[in-house]
């Protein structure tokens, strides 16, 4: 290990001890420090960080160069405590003009059709349920996709159908009330759970067969099987994405509350509580995401405008 590979791994130690996750920084700053070994370099300088970022994107910046560059910057600051010679790229190097495309807004006979599919396809009863109940968990409530594999079994309050999100992102950790179909969902899944396996290693609510917890990198897999089994978005620009679970829940709620004639101006900030969002202005983005919904919008405030004129 060079002095460089033993410095990011003290790195990220450190920042870990103090309640950083540092999940993209693992993953990006390897292949960073690799490059300056491959070029014999051993300080941290902005022209090698440029040169990384381009050699890894070279003929567009894109939406992961200024966060390769973050991801840079921190290590950078790190060392410079060292190493006097370090240079710590400056905030704005590469601008981040983030443009979100166009996202797969989810069926409910879509959702059916990759639930049926965790049956069909999966032969193990424990790990067909574990994925059928997750994958309806997160149509029924927006959570991200990290934060229902980090439940463990005592996040969940059974009497009241309430799950406690424990420090997710930006450190936020909330309360989210279910209906009552989705804590029954939970409740036959747990039932289930205690039969086939009833000494888990680990607390976690969800788990693999290997009675652990289950990580992102084999579920993603999964999931993406389970969408192609389906038949699901075979027409569309992308392969649906997980996450796109979240996004079809923020919408079909705002739809909800126009549909309605509910205020959803009043109601938005509840919405951006709820999903955890760091502010309202994040929620405010799905109005754009489906053509209908934006319709409904603009529809609902020419309506306004003209009851002002009258």
Same mark, same amino acid.
């Not at 070994?37 to 090698?48: F, K, L, P, W």
């Not at 790229?89 to 599919?117: E, T």
């Not at 909800?256 to 955890?276: C, F, K």
């Given at each position: 290990?060079?002095?460089?590979?033993?410095?990011?791994? /003290?790195?990220?130690?450190?920042?870990?001890?103090?309640?950083?996750?540092?999940?993209?920084?693992?993953?990006?700053?390897?292949?960073?420090?690799?490059?300056?070994?491959?070029?014999?370099?051993?300080?941290?300088?902005?022209?090698?960080?440029?040169?990384?970022?381009?050699?890894?994107?070279?003929?567009?910046?894109?939406?992961?160069?200024?966060?390769?560059?973050?991801?840079?910057?921190?290590?950078?600051?790190?060392?410079?405590?060292?190493?006097?010679?370090?240079?710590?790229?400056?905030?704005? $190097?590469?601008?981040?003009?983030?443009?979100?495309?166009?996202?797969?807004?989810?069926?409910?006979? /879509?959702?059916?059709?990759?639930?049926?599919?965790?049956?069909?396809?999966?032969?193990?009863?424990?790990?067909?349920?574990?994925?059928?109940?997750?994958?309806?968990?997160?149509?029924?409530?927006?959570?991200?996709?990290?934060?229902?594999?980090?439940?463990?079994?005592?996040?969940?309050?059974?009497?009241?159908?309430?799950?406690?999100?424990?420090?997710?992102?930006?450190?936020?950790?909330?309360?989210?009330?279910?209906?009552?179909?989705?804590?029954?969902?939970?409740?036959?899944?747990?039932?289930?759970?205690?039969?086939?396996?009833?000494?888990?290693?680990?607390?976690?609510?969800?788990?693999?067969?290997?009675?652990?917890?289950?990580?992102?990198?084999?579920?993603?897999?999964?999931?993406?099987? $389970?969408?192609?089994?389906?038949?699901?978005?075979?027409?569309?620009?992308?392969?649906?994405?997980?996450?796109?679970?979240?996004?079809?829940?923020?919408?079909?709620? $705002?739809?909800?509350?126009?549909?309605?004639?509910?205020?959803?101006?009043?109601?938005?900030?509840?919405?951006?509580?709820?999903?955890?969002?760091?502010?309202?202005?994040?929620?405010?983005?799905?109005?754009?995401?489906?053509?209908?919904?934006?319709?409904?919008?603009?529809?609902?405030?020419?309506?306004?405008?003209?009851?002002?004129?009258?």
């Amino acid at each position: 290990m060079t002095d460089l590979h033993q410095a990011l791994a /003290d790195y990220l130690r450190l920042r870990r001890s103090l309640g950083h996750q540092m999940a993209e920084a693992a993953y990006l700053l390897p292949d960073f420090v690799s490059f300056m070994d491959n070029r014999g370099e051993q300080t941290v300088a902005v022209a090698v960080a440029l040169d990384w970022m381009k050699t890894r994107e070279p003929e567009v910046v894109t939406t992961v160069s200024p966060r390769r560059i973050t991801a840079v910057r921190g290590f950078a600051r790190y060392l410079s405590g060292t190493d006097p010679a370090t240079e710590v790229p400056p905030l704005g $190097l590469v601008p981040y003009n983030r443009r979100r495309g166009q996202i797969f807004l989810y069926s409910d006979a /879509d959702i059916a059709a990759i639930m049926a599919a965790t049956e069909d396809t999966i032969p193990q009863p424990l790990r067909a349920a574990t994925y059928h109940t997750l994958i309806g968990l997160l149509a029924a409530s927006g959570l991200r996709i990290g934060e229902a594999i980090k439940l463990d079994r005592d996040d969940i309050d059974w009497p009241q159908g309430v799950l406690h999100i424990r420090e997710s992102k930006f450190g936020k950790s909330r309360l989210v009330p279910l209906q009552g179909s989705a804590t029954n969902a939970l409740r036959e899944y747990d039932r289930l759970r205690k039969d086939l396996m009833p000494r888990p290693k680990d607390p976690a609510f969800f788990f693999s067969l290997t009675a652990k917890r289950l990580i992102y990198a084999c579920v993603h897999p999964v999931f993406r099987a $389970l969408v192609d089994a389906a038949g699901v978005g075979r027409d569309a620009p992308h392969r649906p994405r997980l996450h796109e679970l979240r996004h079809t829940f923020a919408v079909r709620t $705002l739809l909800h509350w126009y549909r309605t004639e509910d205020n959803v101006q009043a109601r938005i900030p509840s919405l951006s509580t709820y999903m955890g969002h760091r502010e309202p202005a994040c929620t405010y983005w799905y109005l754009s995401a489906a053509p209908e919904l934006l319709a409904l919008a603009a529809a609902r405030r020419d309506g306004v405008r003209k009851a002002a004129r009258s």
